[in-house]
């Protein structure tokens, strides 16, 4: 069964500009959860969503959005980047959405903003 | 918010000895998942623990859930190379919210 796959892995943006990255869970797989990596801040949640529909939603800011499609493919969306915005972001599936499942992440996408 | 502090940040071993990192929440969980990530990968789902008290061994691996639920630890027996890495906690604290909120990882590296 293949994994989570992430798209693309390396992205370079300016300030101001907005990107979306796209994520594609293992198959069969319902829920997708959005996690930002960084040094000082560790692994941090972002949202998560389960047949369409965002269940949670961690403590970033309005410019981070994401939805997910009847496939269970999922896309996140940061609009006016910030240098700060950069780091590694990781797409996580699991079979259903509920903290007592596992999760399985994706090789992530590393973004730079400068 | 829930918290979730995990100790020590970094650990320098040498090869063959043993590694403990420890893992405390600021609430009650309902349960903890272990994690590893190797450099310049992505975090790898080790095992989860759902009972008060719990002990599972992986192998040289022995993960603990303590008897209040608010803490949790693993031991690695007999460091390999192989075991280097960064371990992270994320723990559940129930009530509905299904987010994991994870520690910050403990780095184990290894000299042989």
């Known amino acids: 069964k293949a994994g989570v796959t992430q798209t693309p892995r390396y992205l370079i943006k300016t300030r101001g500009q907005q990107v979306t990255l796209s994520c594609s869970p293992i198959s069969g797989h319902r829920s997708v959860s959005w996690y930002q990596q960084t040094p000082g801040q560790g692994l941090q949640f972002l949202f998560e969503?389960?047949?369409?529909?965002?269940?949670n939603k961690g403590n970033f800011p309005g410019r981070f959005s994401g939805r997910q499609f009847s496939n269970s493919r999922s896309e996140m969306n940061v609009s006016t980047l910030e240098l700060g915005d950069s780091a590694l972001y990781l797409c996580?599936?699991?079979?259903?959405?509920?903290?007592?499942?596992?999760?399985?992440f994706g090789p992530g996408t590393r973004l730079t903003v400068t | 918010g829930q918290q979730v502090m995990q100790i020590p940040q970094y650990q320098h071993v040498q090869e063959g000895e043993d590694f403990t990192t420890y893992c405390n929440s600021s609430t009650t969980l309902s349960n903890i998942q272990w994690y590893k990530q190797r450099p310049g990968g992505h975090p790898v789902f080790l095992i989860q623990l759902v009972k008060s008290g719990e002990v599972k061994k992986q192998k040289r691996l022995t993960f603990q859930f303590g008897e209040a639920k608010k803490n949790s630890s693993l031991h690695i027996t007999a460091t390999q190379t192989t075991d280097v890495g960064t371990y992270f906690c994320?723990?559940?604290?129930?009530?509905?919210?299904?987010?994991?909120?994870f520690g910050k990882g403990t780095h184990l590296i290894i000299q042989p």
């Open positions: 994320a723990g559940n604290s129930g009530g509905g919210a299904d987010g994991l909120t």
């Open positions: 996580a599936s699991r079979i259903l959405a509920g903290a007592a499942y596992e999760q399985y």
């Open positions: 969503y389960f047949s369409e529909t965002q269940r």
